[in-house]
């Protein structure tokens, strides 16, 4: 099985590697690609445009490393900071070609 796991400096990034080491322990065979998705200091003000940039780049390494999953956090912003923001874990999940497995 081979994993993508998108990372940053959040808990919910934290417990998707940790997921993903549960999985070696009980499969055996798992390759994990990382990409990673901090926020460049420059970057903090661009938010909407910085979490496009996290949505395309993970679907277009998902896509080009032939990963049989998607491992990620959510930062779970809740109902109303999706409606506002959008989700990028709710768009990978939706348009990804492949599962995604999605961390609180």
């Known amino acids: 099985m081979k994993l993508l796991i998108p990372i940053d400096d959040s808990e919910p990034s934290r417990h998707a590697r940790q997921l993903a080491a549960q999985f070696a322990q009980e499969i055996g065979d798992v390759e994990v690609v990382l990409l990673n998705v901090r926020n460049p200091p420059e970057d903090y003000g661009g938010l909407a445009l910085l979490e496009h940039d996290v949505f395309d780049r993970s ?3 998902a896509k080009e490393t032939g990963v049989d999953q998607i491992l ?3 930062h779970g912003h809740g109902t109303l900071g999706t409606f506002f923001l ?6 990978v999940a939706h348009l990804a070609p492949m599962p995604v497995t999605l961390v609180k």
Do not use: E, I
């Open 59 to 61: 679907l277009r390494v």
């Open 72 to 74: 990620m956090g959510t």
């Open 86 to 91: 959008g989700s990028v874990a709710q768009r």
